[in-house]
């Protein structure tokens, strides 16, 4: 059995939960709760140095990290439904999208650089928040143009059924409206993402339909 | 041929440059110039519309973004030498160590985030530095500690042979030194740079080595 540690807030686990359930894989989800700083525990540390959540562990005993790696590490271990689409550089295209939310946005606004932001520089949350709106709205900007303009884009991200491009878009807008950024300017993306929210498997990955979800 | 659209101060144009040479392709190297504004230009928005470096045009004529879709596209179109590992788990091992830069470090240390860091929140050099240099510790603690702890280090991030990981670690050391970041905590991940810069490959993906380097 597959078994997740994971908050049902991390958007990194929630990527993760999107792709398993697509994938239509059973596994277990075990809570790490970061407000009480369960990830900073040596049980975690001894799973992921990092102290970040999620950790899959696998069918074969290892414990893998990084959203994306897992992501991948799926896609060859179970290569059914697939989350890439066939040529290669569909491929790439795919990847990229998802890696402009995990390397361009996500890192920028996760929960230890707005500590940072606070603690060390002593902003007030105003100018958190347009810290926050600021990342997003570059980041959306290039993926709404990229689903615009590029011929490959459908009722999803890449075509017409959800790929890893979807499974990073996903967890990002609902971290956007949880800040409450301003999406009207992106209302491709926002199609997409509601499209995607309408499948039950990624509906049940959901942070408010997780057991640890408060 | 292929054509890669870079800077040579961009670390993760270093990136693409070190896989290409590792996998022996030749290409041509066109350079943007960040600092006189050349990735704002039309010219290479129509190329990526976030207007970044590295952008890979292929043989088959698209415009590849972001280094780790344009890493992942090299191997499989260029499959020999390999640059991750056979086995699925080694596979997610190479890329999460390669995705613990590209999602933990480098974002929060590039041009642009220092930018608004001066910018917006008008903090001073020595705030900005203190910034960069915590984020390079807090991702080379954890990788320093992953290549002591897990088995599959070997004289490389992995293993006896250059892998994805090593094509991302050594742009962040480079990076890290020019930001007079202390790294006598992290002799095992300094050793493996040091291991790779010795290869001529990536000595001629090395910054100072490229056409437009000043």
Same mark, same amino acid.
């Given at each position: 059995?597959?078994?997740?540690?994971?908050?049902?807030?991390?958007?990194a686990?929630?990527?993760?939960?999107?792709?398993?359930?697509?994938?239509?894989?059973?596994?277990d989800?075990?809570? !790490?709760?970061? @407000?009480?700083?369960?990830?900073?525990? +040596?049980? #975690?540390?001894?799973? &992921?140095?990092?102290? =970040?959540?999620?950790?899959?562990e696998?069918?074969?005993?290892?414990a893998?990290?990084?959203?994306?790696?897992?992501c991948?590490y799926?896609?060859?271990?179970?290569?059914?439904?697939?989350?890439?689409?066939?040529?290669?550089e569909a491929?790439?295209? !795919?990847?990229? @999208?998802?890696?402009?939310?995990?390397? +361009?946005? #996500?890192?920028?606004? &996760?929960?230890?650089? =707005?500590?940072?932001?606070?603690?060390?520089?002593?902003?007030?949350?105003?100018?958190?928040?347009?810290?926050?709106?600021?990342?997003?709205?570059?980041?959306?900007?290039?993926?709404?143009?990229?689903?615009?303009?590029?011929?490959?884009?459908?009722t999803?991200?890449h075509?017409?059924?959800?790929?890893?491009?979807?499974?990073?878009?996903?967890?990002?807008v609902?971290?956007?409206?949880?800040?409450?950024?301003?999406?009207?300017?992106y209302?491709?993306?926002?199609?997409?993402a509601d499209?995607?929210?309408?499948?039950?498997?990624?509906?049940k990955?959901?942070?408010?339909?997780?057991?640890?979800?408060?």
């Open positions: 059995m597959l078994t997740l540690h994971s908050y049902f807030r991390s958007s686990a929630f990527r993760v939960r999107i792709a398993l359930n697509l994938k239509g894989l059973d596994y989800q075990i809570p !790490v709760n970061l @407000l009480k700083g369960e990830h900073r525990l +040596e049980a #975690h540390r001894r799973r &992921n140095p990092q102290g =970040l959540v999620p950790v899959l696998t069918e074969q005993g290892s893998l990290t990084q959203s994306m790696a897992i991948e799926l896609e060859e271990r179970y290569p059914e439904p697939p989350l890439l689409p066939e040529s290669l491929r790439a295209r !795919v990847r990229s @999208l998802a890696l402009l939310v995990a390397c +361009e946005m #996500h890192p920028l606004n &996760n929960v230890s650089v =707005l500590g940072y932001l606070t603690d060390q520089l002593g902003v007030d949350e105003a100018t958190k928040l347009a810290w926050y709106q600021h990342w997003v709205a570059k980041g959306f900007t290039a993926f709404e143009a990229r689903l615009t303009q590029e011929a490959a884009t459908g999803f991200c075509g017409d059924k959800p790929t890893l491009a979807d499974v990073f878009l996903v967890p990002q609902f971290n956007a409206e949880r800040f409450n950024c301003d999406l009207s300017a209302p491709t993306l926002v199609r997409t499209r995607c929210r309408e499948l039950p498997e990624i509906e990955a959901a942070p408010a339909a997780q057991a640890d979800a408060v």
